[in-house]
């Protein structure tokens, strides 16, 4: 298996599911209400809703970069505020998170294996860094949200 391939089939997992650490974003996120998305169990800290735009526009922005864009943020900011909290907002921002997961898949699928070792734009490091550090990013939110759902159990 090529190095890219093996990034995808990781992102893919953590995504989709049968990751090797456990349930995936989607398996984790199956019967999150906008209510409990939006709950903040422990004071001063991210709730699943905040954790969940995190990653996704994450994604946007390592897609970005991939597609030759220098970027240090995303627009959103780091943490995008919950503006509402309805459920259809939150199935909209599960939705983005499909979204943008689908477009850096695509995105990295289309990349030829002869750029990873190309640095990132605007940054100091390869393209296999970030994209191996993508992955780390993300197992590590879903701990984060699979503790966060199940303290509200």
């Given at each position: 298996?090529?190095?890219?391939?093996?990034?995808?089939?990781?992102?893919k997992?953590?995504?989709?599911?049968?990751?090797?650490?456990?349930?995936?974003?989607?398996?984790?996120?199956?019967?999150?209400?906008?209510?409990?998305?939006?709950?903040?169990?422990?004071?001063?800290?991210?709730?699943?809703?905040?954790?969940?735009?995190?990653?996704?526009?994450?994604?946007?922005?390592?897609q970005?970069?991939?597609?030759?864009?220098?970027?240090?943020?995303?627009?959103?900011?780091?943490?995008?505020?919950?503006?509402?909290?309805?459920?259809?907002?939150?199935?909209?921002?599960?939705?983005?998170?499909?979204?943008?997961?689908?477009?850096?898949?695509?995105?990295?699928?289309?990349?030829?294996?002869?750029?990873?070792?190309?640095?990132?734009p605007?940054?100091?490091?390869?393209?296999?860094?970030?994209?191996?550090?993508?992955?780390?990013?993300?197992?590590?939110?879903?701990?984060?949200?699979?503790?966060?759902?199940?303290?509200?159990?």
């Open positions: 298996m090529s190095e890219k391939a093996n990034i995808l089939e990781n992102l997992k953590l995504q989709e599911g049968n990751a090797w650490y456990g349930p995936s974003l989607r398996d984790i996120l199956t019967n999150v209400s906008a209510e409990k998305a939006a709950a903040r169990p422990v004071p001063g800290t991210h709730t699943i809703w905040e954790l969940v735009r995190h990653i996704s526009v994450w994604e946007k922005v390592f970005l970069r991939l597609e030759g864009k220098a970027m240090n943020e995303p627009e959103e900011g780091d943490f995008p505020a919950m503006k509402d909290t309805s459920a259809a907002a939150w199935d909209a921002a599960k939705n983005d998170l499909e979204t943008n997961h689908q477009n850096l898949m695509k995105t990295i699928s289309n990349l030829p294996d002869s750029r990873l070792s190309e640095t990132v605007g940054k100091d490091y390869p393209i296999r860094f970030m994209l191996v550090g993508l992955i780390q990013h993300h197992v590590y939110h879903a701990g984060q949200i699979s503790l966060l759902k199940k303290m509200q159990s």
